[in-house]
């Protein structure tokens, strides 16, 4: 997923989107920790698209704040 993607989401799309991928990055841990992970680089796939949400949302959010 790339950043131009999530720029013509919604907020609340993209919080959904955050939420569903925090879910994942904790069963990706929980995995990790018990030894059952089959594919140790989503981790760091799931932490960057985390954070690159995030950062879409912050930036939409001080858009906003600016427009008032």
Known sequence: MTATELRDKTPDQLRDMLKDLKKEAFNLRFQAATS?????????????????????LNEKAASAAAAE
């Open 36 to 56: 059952q992970m089959e594919n140790t680089a989503r981790v760091r796939t799931v932490r960057r698209d985390v954070a690159r949400v995030m950062t879409i």
